[in-house]
Structures are given as structure tokens and as C-alpha cells.
């Protein structure tokens, strides 16, 4: 079975569903495309690329709402599960406790910046508590908060956290984007810490394989091993087709054992996040 750990759907800015206004306390990145990107579109790339599941995640353009991920996983159980956005609010903690009562809700997706009051508070901030004492896992954009990491992952180690994208930041390419290895493959020796090996070719001016991607990545593999690392392709970024994000792993690392490509290529992202 494989499953991607990361794609992104939204709909249309409209005023009957507006997006935050963008800047300051707003909206911060811009969407990957003009054209709004909907559960069925997904679907038909994941069938002609052979794909079984996907993680969803609605985007940050967006603000914090699930309604359409949520929506596509009532009227595709098998196919997409989702991982949610919250808001940050204190009012907001107590719905840690029924998050994935929530119909196709497996956890939360954070984007860690510089521009987060509530990052302030590092690791006294009430949500990683509270999703540790639901079971609710997190998977975020770290950026520069590797320090912050660790003091959860010591202060919370029934926590599931997730890294994505190897740790790279969006607007990086090359040796810059995998600057940061080291400080990502320090943290493996913590058992509740996983990694999403997605968008890796959008970090690369290299056309396909995408070679200089490679040592990284294996740098990661080595220290978490297959079962704490999870393909993916955050398909709206893609530089290249969808069976190409696929052959790179399957037919381009050599050093990646095929009794292992069940764990890398799915077996592990489901488990991690309790998609039975």
C-alpha cells in the first residue's frame, strides 16, 4: 500500500469563505496555485500514479479551518485521513480531548515562526501537554526551533511529534535547504520524534533523480530508520510528475533495502498516526 504523507486541498477566496486577509496576523504564504485544488482533483493522480491513501492537510493561505479535508474524508474513508489545523487560542485546548472523534482527524499540523506569539512560551505552552494526554500526534514545520523541539520531546516522550519536509524550510534549494541535517538527525535518538521525507525534488534546481537530495535524505534514513520515515510529495509543489516523486525512491536509492519500501512507502506513516 502507499500512502502519501502530504497533500494540500483548498477551495476559492470568496466572500462566503474568505481567507485571512494576507500579512501580519494574516494570511503569510500564497497559494501554490491559482486554481483551487479539490479532493476528486487529487484523487484522479493518486489512481493514475497508483497511490492508495493521502494525508491531508489544509494549508496555512487558508487560516485555521479543516472543513474541506474533513469533507473529503467523509466521502473517502479509505482514501484521505487529514491532519488539522487549531488555533492557538487557550479556548481552543480542551478540543484536544475529542480531535480525532472527528470522522477521518488523525492529529494536528503546526508551522512553527518567528511571528508566533504563542511560540513565546516554548514548551510551557499548553498544547503539547494537552495533545500528549489526548493522543493527539503533531506534525510541523520546525524551521529554526530545534532547541524548542527537544525540550518537548524530553518534557513530553508520549508526545508524537513529526518533522516535515526533512526540516526544510520552502524558499531554500540545494546545500542551503539541507543546512540543517545535522541538528534533525541529532534529535533521532528520541523514540516519539518521525520524519516526512516529502517535497524533497521542490528543494532541488537538479532535474530528476534529483541527486543532490539523496545524501540527505539517506543521512536522515540511517538515524531514524525505515519505520520513523515517511514518503510523501506535497504534490501541488511537485517540480516533476507524480510517478516520478515515486521513482526516485523506488528505483533511485540503491541504498535503500526493498524489504523496506513497505515502511517508507506507507506501512509507516499509517501506523505513526493511527490510520488503521
Known sequence: ???????????????????????????????????????DEVLSHMDAAG????????PSWEGERNDLVLDAARRYPTRFAVMGRIGMDADNRDLLSGWRRQPGMLGVRLILSDAAEWLRQGEDHWL??????????????PRQFYPLLENILHRHPALKLCID????????????????VPQLVRLARFPNLAVKATSL????????????THEPLRRVYDAFGPRRVFWGTDL????????????????ELPWLPRADLEW?????????????
Not at 130 to 140: D, R
Not at 171 to 178: E, L
Not at 236 to 249: D, K, N, Q, V
Open 201 to 212: 525534488p521542490s528543494y532541488s534546481t537538479h532535474a530528476y533523480p534529483f541527486r543532490n
Open 51 to 58: 497511490v492508495d491513501r493521502a494525508v491531508l492537510v489544509p
Open 236 to 251: 501541488t509543489r511537485l517540480p516533476c510528475s507524480y510517478g516520478e516523486a515515486i521513482s526516485m525512491f523506488t528505483d
Open 128 to 141: 503539547w501537554g494537552a495533545a500528549e494526554k489526548a493522543g493527539v500526534p503533531i506534525t510541523l514545520v
Open 1 to 39: 500500500m502507499m500512502v502519501d504523507a502530504q497533500i494540500h486541498i483548498w477551495g476559492a477566496n470568496t466572500p462566503e469563505r474568505p481567507w485571512p486577509a494576507a500579512g501580519a496576523g494574516g494570511r503569510t504564504s500564497a497559494p501554490q496555485r491559482e486554481q483551487p485544488w479539490r479532493a
Open 264 to 276: 517508507v512507502l506507507g506501512r509507516g506513516v499509517c501506523e505513526w498516526f493511527g490510520w488503521t
Open 165 to 180: 519536509h526533512l526540516g526544510c524550510e520552502t524558499h531554500k534549494r540545494d546545500d542551503a535547504a539541507f543546512e540543517h
